[in-house]
C-alpha cells in the first residue's frame, strides 16, 4: 500500500471519529435539554381549578361505571336487611348526587340551580328511566366541571351565598363538598351492586 493511501486511510478514520464525537455531543445535548424541559414541566405551578377538574374528572370516570353496571330493573332496589328503613333506592342514590351536584355547582357560579331539587333533594320526578338518569348524572357533571373551571386563587376562599341559607360559605368549601358528597354515595351504590351479585367495575374482585 502506498503511502498516499495510508494518508488517505488515516484522514478518513480521523474523519469519521470527528463526525461520530460531533453527533454524540449534539445527542447529549437533546438529552440535556430533554431533562431540563422535564424538570421546568414538573415544577410548574398547577392552578386550583385544574386540580378540582381531575378531581371531578374522577368522580365521574368511576361513578358512570356503576350505574351502567345496575340492571334497569334494579334501579329500584333499596336494601332491606338490618337497619335500611327508608333509605335510597338506587335510582334515588343516583339522582340524589347528580342534583347535589347542581346545587352546589350553582352556588360557585353564584347561579339558581338549573333543575328542581325535588322531596329530599332526589331530584325531579319526570327522571326516571336508566337512560335518563345517566344523562340526568353526566349534565350534572358537565355543569360541576364548569363551576369549578371559574375557581382561581383569587376567588376560592372569597365569601358566597350558602346554598342551605346559612350566612356564606365559599367556593373551595362547595367543591370540597362535591367531592365528599359524590365519593360517599359512590360508596354506598358500590354495596348496591354487591348486594346483587355484581362486582362493582372498578374493583378487580
Request: hydrophobic letters at 40%; proline letters at 5%.
Amino acid at each position: 500500500m502506498s503511502k498516499m493511501w495510508q494518508v488517505l486511510i488515516v484522514l478518513l478514520c480521523v474523519a469519521f471519529s470527528s463526525y461520530a464525537i460531533a453527533q454524540d455531543k449534539d445527542k447529549d445535548k437533546d438529552k440535556d435539554k430533554d431533562r431540563k424541559e422535564a424538570v421546568k414541566e414538573a415544577s410548574k405551578e398547577v392552578e386550583i381549578g385544574e386540580v378540582l377538574t381531575g378531581s371531578v374528572t374522577h368522580l365521574r370516570r368511576i361513578i358512570l361505571p356503576v350505574a351502567i353496571a345496575m340492571p334497569e330493573d334494579k334501579y329500584a332496589f333499596a336494601p332491606s336487611n338490618g337497619e335500611f328503613k327508608g333509605v335510597r333506592t338506587f335510582s334515588q342514590q343516583l339522582k340524589h348526587l347528580s342534583t347535589t351536584n347542581f346545587i352546589y355547582a350553582a352556588a360557585i357560579l353564584g347561579e339558581k340551580p338549573p333543575v328542581e331539587a325535588g322531596e329530599a333533594e332526589n331530584g325531579p320526578e319526570s327522571v326516571k328511566s336508566k337512560d335518563e338518569i345517566h344523562k340526568y348524572l353526566l349534565d350534572s357533571f358537565e355543569y360541576v366541571l364548569k363551576a369549578v373551571d371559574t375557581i382561581n386563587e383569587k376567588n376560592v376562599t372569597a365569601p358566597i351565598k350558602n346554598p342551605f341559607g346559612m350566612g356564606t360559605t365559599t367556593r373551595l368549601a362547595m367543591a370540597v363538598l362535591i367531592v365528599g358528597h359524590c365519593n360517599d354515595h359512590y360508596g354506598q351504590m358500590v354495596e348496591y351492586l354487591r348486594m346483587n351479585g355484581i362486582v362493582p367495575p372498578a374493583s378487580p374482585q
